[in-house]
DNA sequence: CTGTTTACCGAACATTCGGTCAGTTGACAA
DNA sequence: TTGTCAACTGACCGAATGTTCGGTAAACAG
């Protein structure tokens, strides 16, 4: 049964990869060849061009994003218990969708594509800011510490999970998030 | 006094600028000749080339954090306090080279100048990696996180203002440490 | 004024880039 | 056996890439 080519799909796994690797402009449309096994003109078989497959692997990263904040649990409930569950689930994310994730956070607005994508992710951070905001009025998290740089800083460690978490050696994913609730919420302090 | 016209720092100063807005591979040298107002060919009167600029640039970061571990307040004293001098270091010398270090944290191994700040990083990592596993023996740091992976959560915070710091708007270095301790030491709960 | 040096320009270089297209291949259906 | 068609190759395109080079205007030194 299995056939013995590539599709749209099996191009942009590979494609990702090698984008992850090399960087997305550090990528030629060769080293994605040579990555496939086929020639350049192979891949415009499955795929109309460099920047769609960037465009669809972002897609990826952010739709996953976009799911987890509108579901209720971020939605209703004690802004601090919310908080908690956005960062429980955007470190589930992220290892899910890791390369996709990774590509997304490493974006710099270079084109059209790039461009929408970085507008998305303000547009996550927006919401996650928000979150963080009203903990804090809720007297929930230290007010000795500006909100907008705690958001910061917190999704910062979270994201930081995709320059090294390798799925197969690192731990779970739910113990991954577990030791950064612990970190960022109680401190690595005894 | 003032010439009229470029030097090698001057070019390397806008140039890393560029870098970083544009990503390396992302930066044309015609990229660059704008923005010093320039043609393309001026730039290589001050500089050899493309790749020894981003050369100068990571051992312009690299040296800022070794002559850092090198000081006696990393090298003696209880583990969990050169921990905490190191980590407020670290976030100086990231305000202070910003554009510098936050180049060396995008690199991703594509040339021999690119490997070989890959190696001098890692080897920064190892001292970092070290210095927590000492502290954590020492019973200062909380035991049910790996020590590792308190490394890299806590070092993934501090470079991430790499991502959103701005000298002239954010606040002082100083008070950019002194929340980051807070937050990864003591925890952002009240 | 003359000669030299500094800082640059414009044109061209070879190479690589993303992308196109006419044609080939091989599995499968009739 | 023949015809179809999805999957692919190889040759090629114009544009862009990093870099080189011959020339030159302006500042300066004698």
Redesign the pocket.
Known sequence: MK?????PESVLHTAVGVFNERGYDG????DLARALG?????I???VP???QLLGRALDRALDGLFAMIGDERARSGRAIDRLEWVVRRSVAILAERLPYVTLLLRVHGNSPTELGALERRREFDRFVSALVKEAAADGDVRPDVDPALVTRLLFGMVNSIAEWYQPARGGSPDALAEAVLKIAFDGLRV
Chains 1, 2 share one sequence.
Not at 3 to 7: E, F
């Open positions: 056939k013995r080519g590539h599709d990528t030629s449309m060769e086929v020639t350049k003109s192979a415009y078989y499955h061009g460099k920047e």
